[in-house]
Nanobody, 122 residues
Framework: QVQLVESGGGLVQPGGSLRLSCAFSGTMFNIYLMGWYRQAPGKQRELVADISSVSTGESTKYVDSVKGRFTISRDNAKNTVYLQMSNLKPEDTAVYYC?????????????WGQGTQVTVSS
């Protein structure tokens, strides 16, 4: 069974930075597609960034609104995925969730963390 635990959220002023961490407990971390999602009050959860498995080259993808400001990375030795967030804006305020996904043609394993609050405010 996979468990995900996020950390690193908090209150930051506009223009500031935070680094979120997601610790993966379980086996075979390196085969999972790892992602960060966020959900602001009254809005749907959206994908912020994801990073593919080791075997697929750890390619990254970002939502347009964070390109150039956020960086996702993974440390396969530590079973951890990070989200470095810079030049934060008030509209980045949300609960940020870590996701681990692995699947094939007929099955999918999908796991979520409990979320960490990020608040950008002066």
């Amino acid at each position: 069974q996979v468990q995900l635990v996020e950390s690193g959220g908090g209150l930051v002023q506009p223009g500031g930075s935070l680094r979120l961490s997601c610790a993966f407990s379980g086996t075979m971390f390196n085969i999972y597609l790892m992602g960060w999602y966020r959900q602001a009050p009254g809005k749907q959860r959206e994908l912020v960034a994801d990073i593919s498995s080791v075997s697929t080259g750890e390619s990254t993808k970002y939502v347009d609104s964070v390109k150039g400001r956020f960086t996702i990375s993974r440390d396969n030795a530590k079973n951890t995925v990070y989200l470095q967030m810079s030049n934060l804006k008030p509209e980045d305020t949300a609960v940020y969730y870590c996701n681990a996904c692995y699947g094939g043609d007929t099955y999918e394993y999908n796991y979520w963390g409990q979320g960490t609050q990020v608040t950008v405010s002066s």
